[in-house]
Nanobody
Framework: QVQLVESGGGSVEPGDSRRLACVES????????MGWFRQGPGKAREQVAA????????NYADSVKGRFAISHDRAKKTLYLRMNRLKPEDTGMYYC????????????????????WGKGTQVTVS
């Protein structure tokens, strides 16, 4: 069974950087969509970034564009989210997700219609 396990969260100060990682297991697709989502206190879950692993196409929410970078290392079966210049509003539980059989490289358009989810890692900026 496919499993996604996030790590790298913690408490940081505004302006700090942090890298989240999501280790995959049981995922054998040559190309698929993966993404990062977050849910802050009292907020709905939102998509932060997405990547098409077959070609590296990426997309980001406007709120993090220019500060966050999503990447994927297929050999290590790991998805990353590099977060720079963190702000208090970035606080939330960050989730890794994957879509099994994408028919398009536009992974961001999938939003939360993902097949697999991790349990999350907390990022607190204060």
């Amino acid at each position: 069974q496919v499993q996604l396990v996030e790590s790298g969260g913690g408490s940081v100060e505004p302006g700090d950087s942090r890298r989240l990682a999501c280790v995959e297991s049981g995922y054998t697709n040559v190309a698929y969509c993966m993404g990062w989502f977050r849910q802050g206190p009292g907020k709905a879950r939102e998509q932060v970034a997405a990547i098409y692993t077959g070609g590296g196409d990426t997309n980001y929410a406007d709120s993090v564009k220019g500060r966050f970078a999503i990447s994927h290392d297929r050999a290590k079966k790991t998805l990353y989210l590099r977060m720079n210049r963190l702000k208090p509003e970035d606080t939330g539980m960050y989730y890794c997700a994957a879509f099994k059989n994408p028919l398009s490289r536009d992974c961001f358009a999938l939003n939360d219609r993902m097949d697999y989810w991790g349990k999350g890692t907390q990022v607190t900026v204060s």
